[in-house]
């Protein structure tokens, strides 16, 4: 064609040099234009048609790749193949030409097959089992290699040298390519033994205070594990920081079903004292109460009796008191508490008195693990306890706030 024209503009008049670059540049034109009308069409018509097809298809894996673009990318290769089989219209610049018109290809096939690569994981993520077993992470090693090859292959075209050649000296750059791929590698030894050994899935809430991580796990990938936090910020862990250091996984809780109660509340020791008929009495009214001090009762005048204790003294022989009436009470509370969790530990327990009075803790599950419920029926089983304590004679330990050294100062003041 070239060889045409140059003859057609060289009958005209023109000068065999000017002939030359007229007729280079019309069929130049021609390409591009060649280029853009297959552009055209491809996009225009075939895709469209394929668009269509698509939506009317059963099938979901092809509609993540046309939403990822996969099939656009593919036809990006078409101008490329149509420069590469032109490039014998110019004999001069020829190899040259087809190699770095085969470059391209190969960087366009690369495009693409990192668009296939995304969407086999957005379609495993339609499916339960990715969130057990994430695969982004090896799909990142697949695209390394992708890329490893791709630029093996164009180097290799660009030299007009066997790909084998280069791969041969690879043995000597292994060491810097350890350098390079440090953090792929770390990431991907990682990322295998996190899947092996179940150790953490999306969803999980974990917590690590060393990286300033508490709330629930977003992502998993070949460099990094996303995390947002209950503030909804976001957090991201290098992978092998999980191998290497201590997290906490509130997985299990979650499916056992029930979310602990570990809280405890501060007797006033001052408070604690012997109940006397008239407080048994009282308490026997207690519902949860009766069958226990009845019980009990029994129990220890039997024993006073065998024993031949004397009663005019509280000290001697056995006697019920206001703190072990109170813990029972609250026991039995926990017991017959509809959001409690009755399958697990529920107990009711005296701690190690200190300078901030006898701690009384409770421990339980709740039936829900959800955080909003959780908190709300924690909360509305220690207002009952607080509200309560006062009909055993108890008083709740506190700190001296300001009004209660007012009242104090008040009280002094009144008496001198």
Same mark, same amino acid.
């Given at each position: 064609?070239?060889?045409?024209?140059?003859?057609?503009?060289?009958?005209?008049?023109?000068?065999?040099?000017?002939?030359?670059?007229?007729?280079?540049?019309?069929?130049?034109?021609?390409?591009?234009?060649?280029?853009?009308?297959?552009?055209? @069409?491809?996009?225009?018509?075939?895709?469209?048609?394929?668009?269509?097809?698509?939506?009317?298809?059963?099938?979901?894996?092809?509609?993540?790749?046309?939403?990822?673009?996969?099939?656009?990318?593919?036809?990006?290769?078409?101008?490329?193949?149509?420069?590469?089989?032109?490039?014998?219209?110019?004999?001069?610049?020829?190899?040259?030409?087809?190699?770095?018109?085969?470059?391209?290809?190969?960087?366009? @096939?690369?495009?693409?097959?990192?668009?296939?690569?995304?969407?086999?994981?957005?379609?495993?993520?339609?499916?339960?089992?990715?969130?057990?077993?994430?695969?982004?992470?090896?799909?990142?090693?697949?695209?390394?290699?992708?890329?490893?090859?791709?630029?093996?292959?164009?180097?290799?075209?660009?030299?007009?040298?066997?790909?084998?050649?280069?791969?041969?000296?690879?043995?000597?750059?292994?060491?810097?390519?350890?350098?390079?791929?440090?953090?792929?590698?770390?990431?991907?030894?990682?990322?295998?033994?996190?899947?092996?050994?179940?150790?953490?899935?999306?969803?999980?809430?974990?917590?690590?205070?060393?990286?300033?991580?508490?709330?629930?796990?977003?992502?998993?990938?070949?460099?990094?594990?996303?995390?947002?936090?209950?503030?909804?910020?976001?957090?991201?862990?290098?992978?092998?920081?999980?191998?290497?250091?201590?997290?906490?996984?509130?997985?299990?809780?979650?499916?056992?079903?029930?979310?602990?109660?570990?809280?405890?509340?501060?007797?006033?020791?001052?408070?604690?004292?012997?109940?006397?008929?008239?407080?048994?009495?009282?308490?026997?009214?207690?519902?949860?109460?009766?069958?226990?001090?009845?019980?009990?009762?029994?129990?220890?005048?039997?024993?006073?009796?065998?024993?031949? @204790?004397?009663?005019? $003294?509280?000290?001697?022989?056995?006697?019920?008191?206001?703190?072990?009436?109170?813990?029972?009470?609250?026991?039995?509370?926990?017991?017959?508490?509809?959001?409690?969790?009755?399958?697990?530990?529920?107990?009711?327990?005296?701690?190690?008195?200190?300078?901030?009075?006898?701690?009384?803790?409770?421990?339980?599950?709740?039936?829900?693990?959800?955080? @909003?419920?959780?908190?709300?029926?924690?909360?509305?089983?220690?207002?009952?306890?607080?509200?309560?304590?006062?009909?055993?004679?108890?008083?709740?330990?506190?700190?001296?706030?300001?009004?209660?050294?007012?009242?104090?100062?008040?009280? $002094?003041?009144?008496?001198?």
């Amino acid at each position: 064609m070239i060889e045409y024209l140059n003859e057609l503009f060289t009958g005209y008049g023109f000068s065999d040099e000017l002939s030359v670059y007229l007729s280079n540049a019309i069929a130049i034109l021609l390409i591009i234009a060649l280029c853009v009308i297959v552009m055209a @069409v491809t996009k225009k018509l075939l895709l469209k048609m394929l668009e269509v097809y698509i939506s009317k298809s059963k099938n979901k894996w092809d509609d993540v790749f046309l939403k990822n673009k996969v099939f656009a990318r593919i036809a990006g290769i078409v101008p490329a193949i149509i420069v590469h089989e032109s490039a014998a219209l110019f004999p001069a610049i020829e190899v040259w030409i087809k190699r770095i018109a085969f470059s391209y290809i190969i960087f366009a @096939v690369l495009m693409a097959l990192y668009k296939i690569v995304d969407s086999v994981d957005d379609i495993y993520r339609q499916h339960d089992i990715s969130k057990v077993r994430p695969i982004k992470g090896y799909l990142q090693v697949v695209k390394i290699f992708f890329t490893i090859a791709a630029a093996i292959i164009t180097v290799s075209a660009l030299m007009d040298r066997s790909p084998l050649i280069l791969l041969s000296g690879f043995g000597a750059a292994t060491a810097v390519i350890m350098l390079i791929f440090q953090n792929s590698i770390l990431g991907l030894v990682a990322s295998i033994q996190l899947a092996t050994n179940n150790m953490i899935q999306i969803g999980d809430w974990i917590e690590m205070p060393s990286h300033g991580a508490d709330g629930d796990v977003i992502e998993i990938t070949l460099h990094t594990v996303k995390v947002q936090n209950w503030d909804k910020t976001i957090v991201t862990i290098p992978p092998h920081a999980l191998i290497t250091e201590s997290f906490k996984n509130w997985k299990g809780m979650h499916e056992s079903g029930g979310r602990r109660i570990k809280r405890c509340i501060y007797i006033d020791m001052s408070s604690i004292r012997f109940c006397d008929e008239e407080m048994l009495a009282k308490l026997k009214k207690i519902q949860y109460l009766k069958e226990y001090i009845e019980k009990r009762t029994a129990e220890i005048e039997k024993y006073n009796r065998e024993m031949g @204790v004397d009663p005019s $003294s509280t000290v001697n022989g056995r006697r019920m008191t206001n703190i072990g009436t109170f813990r029972a009470y609250i026991q039995s509370y926990i017991n017959h508490h509809p959001n409690i969790n009755h399958n697990m530990t529920a107990m009711v327990r005296q701690l190690q008195s200190g300078e901030n009075g006898l701690p009384i803790e409770v421990y339980a599950f709740t039936n829900t693990t959800q955080w @909003v419920q959780y908190e709300g029926i924690q909360a509305d089983i220690f207002d009952h306890i607080l509200a309560v304590a006062p009909e055993f004679d108890i008083k709740i330990y506190q700190n001296p706030t300001g009004n209660d050294l007012g009242r104090l100062q008040v009280h $002094s003041g009144m008496h001198v």
